[in-house]
């Protein structure tokens, strides 16, 4: 099972590459498709590079406070909308793309997640839905193109795609808290940060 | 406590990466980076042969020119283009008033040279009330429209419905042919500063 997760990592990479024209014609596949695959292989890659049971509880990580940040300053760096229309014109650009989206914010994401505080990943999930929100705000209503590269129509659809993630995740979080899903992990991972 | 400095760092150098890929929080689009850009290189133009309405050629980026504002159009636009020539036709009637109407060249450049021919580029200009006086309306040979929008950072991408969307804006060209200012198609006070600045 662990041995087929890189490779899985890789095939979604390699798909995301092959099909890099197919997916970035259109802002909502660009977005909302391409880029969380990248961030999912990266995600499937950080198991490999660092087994759940071996990463430390202490240390440079404790508290998965230092890899959550560096996934969330590259989020911030991939929301700029002059680095998507980069990506589109600029080859190098879009190759970094392509290790940073998994590099730095799927892999970190996880290793962080592993160790935060049930309290940090609630504020966490908060977060990203009203950023999620806001930014369907933005896009809907923005009087002028957020990027050159795609029409105002195709901006007002990623908008509403940003709205409908938001409402997915908002969805899929509260059903988890009735359900009591995810907390059993939670839990045990504050275990081994206890003094 | 290490996790805490590891933390700060990452604060640290990714507030400073943000910065530097923001030109210090100026520019979070392609667009507003194109006019800092602009504003603070203030590149020099290439040569760029046109020709205007009436058939005359001219050539546009040339040192010992006139200030030149410059918008790019098609001229079947029905939306933005519209908009933007009523704000070139203020502008006109804003420097003609101010007496600096002979010194200032206004140009509506069309993107599209294959469609717009003479007698469209005429149309537009006769519809939007431009005599070819203080502002006409011109199309770039068709070697030098790739060139035209590159130098310019002008992106024009097809609408699927025949027509185009593109960065619509106000280009001040000064008379040494360099691009030294983008504003909004409706800053037509910032834009009239800007002129009586250079002049």
Known sequence: MSALQPSAALAIIATCW???????????????????????????????????????ASGWNAGGVPM??????????????????????????????????????GMPLVLGWRQAHPLLRGFLKAQA???LGVMAFLYTHAPLRICNAYLVADQERLGLGFLAAAIALAIIWTVAVFTGQGQGSAIQNMQPTRP | MRSFLLSAVIVVLGAIGLWQTTDGLRALTAESARRLEVATGKPALPALSLE??????????????????AEFIYTSCPTICRAAGESMAMLRDRLAADGIGDR??????SFDPLQDDLEALADYGEWHGAAGEIWTVARPSLTDLDVMLASFGVQVIPDGFGGFEH?????????????????????IDGAVRAIEAKL
């Open chain 1, 129 to 131: 839905i009203s950023m």
């Open chain 2, 104 to 109: 200032v060249r206004l140009l509506s450049v």
């Open chain 2, 167 to 187: 960065n619509a804006a106000l280009h001040m060209i000064d008379r040494d042919g360099h691009l030294i200012g983008i504003f909004d198609i409706d800053d």
């Open chain 1, 18 to 56: 092959i099909f890099r024209d197919l997916l970035e014609r259109d802002p909502v596949t660009h977005v909302l498709i391409q880029l969380p695959l990248l961030a999912l292989a990266g995600a499937a890659l950080a198991s490999a590079v660092v087994p759940h049971h071996r990463q430390p």
């Open chain 1, 68 to 105: 959550l940040l560096l996934a969330i300053f590259t989020i911030a760096f991939w929301m700029l909308p002059r680095m998507i229309d980069a990506a589109l014109i600029d080859d190098w650009v879009e190759f970094g793309k392509f290790i940073t989206v998994p590099g730095l914010i």
């Open chain 2, 52 to 69: 205007d309405m009436a058939g005359r050629s001219l050539t546009l980026g040339r040192p010992g020119d006139k200030l030149t504002l």
